[in-house]
């Protein structure tokens, strides 16, 4: 699957943040289980990588990529666990390389006008703003849509399940991506069956 593929699978991806290998399957499968098929499991602690490897084996359904990229080495190790995409939170011309280099379709993220000409000099039309609501949210989006018509936004960061669904209204949004479908209280807690009802939740957002 393409990024606009990918982006167009469901309304939300989860930015997921795995602090122990043992939660990342039932994790995966419990929002799975609520619909949610597109996963961004975060390289922000330890397991990461192994709990992306532990889902794209184990987790039926499930589209794991890897989100937080922020250096050339994490592409390679990214495929070896068998991620299916990335995610950066901004983008640099090492990243544009490696990212080339490896095939993994990646999203990357933008915050200005000079980062998404830069972005889409690169050959990428679609983006994760980042952090969303603190750059400016909804103005922001609809500002950005007037010069550049064909780029399609995630936007990411500040994003709530109140919010979602004026984000996901906009011509230029094809998803919107946080974290608030796995609180970690309930990810720590193996409460599965709050995620699963988080997830089922943001089926529908999408008008
Ligand atoms: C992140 O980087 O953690 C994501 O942007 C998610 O942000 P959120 O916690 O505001 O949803």
């Known amino acids: 699957m393409n990024v606009l593929e990918l982006m167009r699978v469901g309304p939300v991806i989860p930015v997921i943040i795995i602090d122990e290998l043992a939660q990342a399957v039932p994790l995966a499968e419990a929002l799975v289980a609520g619909g949610?098929?597109?996963?961004?499991v975060t390289l922000r602690t330890p397991v990461a990588i192994e709990a992306i490897r532990a889902i794209s084996r184990q987790v039926e359904g499930a589209i794991v990529g890897v989100g937080t990229i922020s250096r050339p080495e994490d592409f390679g190790q990214a495929l070896d666990a068998g991620a299916s995409f990335g995610v950066s939170p901004g983008l640099t011309p090492a990243l544009i390389e490696a990212a080339g280099k490896s095939g993994l379709p990646l999203l990357p993220g933008v915050m200005t006008p000079s980062d998404v000409i830069a972005a889409r000099a690169a050959g990428y039309t679609e983006l994760k703003l980042f952090p969303a609501q603190q750059a400016g949210g909804i103005g922001m989006l609809k500002a950005l849509g007037s010069p550049f018509p064909d780029v399609t936004f995630c936007p990411t960061g500040g994003v709530t399940a109140a919010s979602a669904p004026e984000f996901l209204a906009l011509p230029n949004v094809?998803?919107?991506?946080?974290?608030?479908?796995?609180?970690?209280?309930?990810?720590?807690?193996?409460?599965?069956?709050?995620?699963?009802?988080?997830?089922?939740?943001?089926?529908?957002?999408?008008?």
């Open 36 to 40: 949610v098929k597109v996963l961004e």
């Open 174 to 207: 094809a998803c919107v991506g946080g974290s608030w479908l796995t609180p970690r209280d309930a990810v720590t807690a193996g409460d599965w069956k709050k995620i699963t009802a988080l997830a089922r939740e943001t089926v529908g957002l999408r008008a």
